[in-house]
């Protein structure tokens, strides 16, 4: 076998396994999906009307990163916590937070058993299941004035004061709905 092929077989092989481990680790932590830049330029703009720039801001179920880290590049101001119930994903976010030289906080934690009390926002993309029980804990743990974002999924006992499309195709019914305690 020559060195090129055994080169790219062992390349192959270990991006194999790395597909494989990222697979089955979603089955048993949950989705594992990035919010979109539309949603994230939404963010930014709520962010901004609401003076809320320069606050602490809780990305619950923050997957790898990506939002936390595009978030500080354009709010350097934003002071950012992190959390995921997956530890891959939590050291790939890490890892490119060192990278990018960033001073956000990610956590490998259960975001219900963490206390969000210092939070002035709170941002999600959650599964609608967990919305309930989640809604729970934002009553009895968030202070008033405390904004949250839902992306998707919706709380189901509490009004949005504001609602965003994702999209401007009729068709599709994506929101970012906007809270307040």
Sequence with gaps: MNLPLFLLTIIF???????????????????????????????????????????????????RGRLALRLQNNLP????????????????????????????NFIKTDIFAYNIKDADVVYTWLWYSLLPKLENKFQKELKQGTIIICNESYLPEMKPFETYRLSDDPNRFEKIYVYKI
């Design 13 to 63: 092989l270990i991006g194999a396994i790395i597909y494989f481990i990222f697979f089955f680790e979603s089955i048993i932590t949950g989705h594992d999906l990035n919010s979109s830049l539309k949603a994230q330029k939404i963010l930014e703009e709520i962010l901004k009307k609401h003076h809320l720039t320069d606050k602490l801001f809780f990305d619950l179920g923050c997957c």
């Design 77 to 104: 101001d934003l002071k950012i916590v992190g959390m995921d119930n997956s530890f891959l994903r939590i050291l790939i976010a890490k890892t490119r937070n060192l990278w990018h030289k960033k001073q956000i």
